[in-house]
């Protein structure tokens, strides 16, 4: 008998219909002799009707009242499915996120799990009992209630598996796995049949939605193993381990990206020593993530610096560096928005020179304009302008040779 950590996502739990599809999922499970635990998500865009009702309010909600209000969402689905379990004569019991034991650290909006005290997990499944739990939640030192950032339900499940040493966890989701793309955008998007943990990553913090990238994070510090696949279609999904063992002559496995990318120049800085450290540190403080770093030194002993962040922290970003200007000591700001990063991930990369001057090529024949570069030692991202982005995904799809992935 093994045990299996089985996670539904919001789609996939988004009606009654779907809440006894589900049902069924786990029902055959436990049919193969496992025990179960299940972790859901709330039902279909109910955390975003919950952000919107709260916005209606208040433009800057309280975010312990934040969380409060997002968290009702994976109980009404944890209820619900334990009540569709029950009638199928599954015995099945629901549990919160504090219920199940998960302690997070004190941060409301995106707190980090801390522990998991298994315990009362663990006798429910010594009875016999499926356990269905809440994801995205948590609970502090002191009792206050937390989330653990959009998408967190993923990172619960796979917490859950790693805490509980199962043999697998499955994230039951709206598409059949992983892609080479997002196959919404791009007609020729594969399925890949396996990912490497370290590639998984980098496609996670680079836009591909399909996990969120703490999930994998856990995985690949507890060796979880994990398979992402369909809650509809009864096919084998994509399976994220050590080493991605299929398609193994791809330099490049996945191509993902994302928009509303802004680049922020801040000319003429007296380049003193710590001019560079003082800026990032400001921003920092404002909690603004900045993520690719461009800086050069003029002739006359200056610096340009050029980064990119998030287009929605851009004014913020501009009021701190204006606010801060004299010691800062710049001369000039600049901005660019409308952008958009588009990344190329594949561990092959490691051992095969010259991937990045094969995107840059493609990138140039099609005349799409590379305006900052990143890389890593499995990855190559682009900045580029944004009416650009989904050209530059579909060349670089088709010269990387991605459309021919059979599986
Ligand atoms: N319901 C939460 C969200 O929509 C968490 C999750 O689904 O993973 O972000
Ligand atoms: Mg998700």
């Known amino acids: 008998m093994g045990l299996i950590v089985q996670k539904f996502g919001g789609t996939s739990v988004g009606s009654i219909d779907r809440i006894l599809n589900v049902a069924e999922c786990v029902k055959e499970e436990i049919e193969r002799g496992n025990q179960v635990v299940v972790v859901v998500s709330a039902m279909g865009k109910t955390t975003d009707q919950l952000v919107n009702m709260a916005k209606e309010l208040s433009t800057q909600p309280n975010k312990r009242e934040m969380d409060m209000l997002l968290t009702t969402g ?3 689905t944890i209820s619900l499915l334990s009540i569709a379990l029950n009638e199928k004569g599954l015995e099945a019991v629901s549990y919160t996120g504090w219920q199940a034991g998960i302690v997070t650290e004190p941060i409301h909006g995106n707190a980090r799990i801390a522990k998991i005290n298994t315990e009362a997990i663990k006798e429910q499944l010594q009875l016999g009992k499926i356990v269905v739990v809440a994801g995205f ?11 653990l950032g959009r998408g967190g339900s993923d990172t619960t499940a796979v917490a859950l598996a790693a805490a509980l040493k199962a043999d697998k966890c499955d994230i039951y989701t709206d598409v059949t796995g992983v892609f080479t793309t997002d196959p919404r955008y791009v007609k020729t998007a ?10 998984m990553l980098e496609l996670a913090n680079l836009g591909a939605g399909v996990l969120h990238p703490r999930a994998v994070e856990f995985a690949k510090n507890y060796h979880v193993r994990l398979e992402v696949r369909s809650s509809m279609e009864k096919i084998s999904g994509t399976v994220i381990e050590e080493e991605a063992t299929m398609e193994q002559n791809l330099v490049v496995r996945g191509i993902a990206f994302e928009n509303e990318i802004t ?3 801040v000319l003429g800085l007296t380049n003193s020593l710590t001019s560079l450290s003082t800026i990032f540190t400001t921003l920092a403080q404002n909690h603004i993530n900045v993520d690719i770093i461009i800086q050069n030194t003029t002739e006359s002993g200056t610096a340009n610096l050029s980064f990119s962040i998030q287009t929605d922290d851009w004014i913020e970003t501009l009021n701190v560096l204006e606010l801060n200007k004299g010691e800062l000591g710049y001369e000039q700001l600049d901005a660019e928005n409308k952008l958009a990063k588009v990344s190329i991930v594949g561990s092959g990369m490691i051992s095969n020179p010259g991937v990045a001057a094969k995107m840059f090529a493609v990138l140039a024949e099609n005349n799409i304009q590379v ?3 990143s890389t890593s030692e499995i990855k190559v991202s682009a900045v580029v302008e944004e009416k650009n982005m989904h050209k530059a995904v579909e060349v670089l799809h088709e010269a990387f040779e991605l459309s021919k992935v059979t599986n």
């Open 190 to 199: 594969r399925k890949l049949l396996s990912v490497s943990y370290d590639e």
């Open 74 to 76: 994976e109980q009404v």
């Open 263 to 265: 680049k922020v120049t």
């Open 371 to 373: 305006k900052m570069v």
């Open 137 to 147: 939640q948590g609970v502090t030192d002191t009792g206050e209630i937390t989330t």
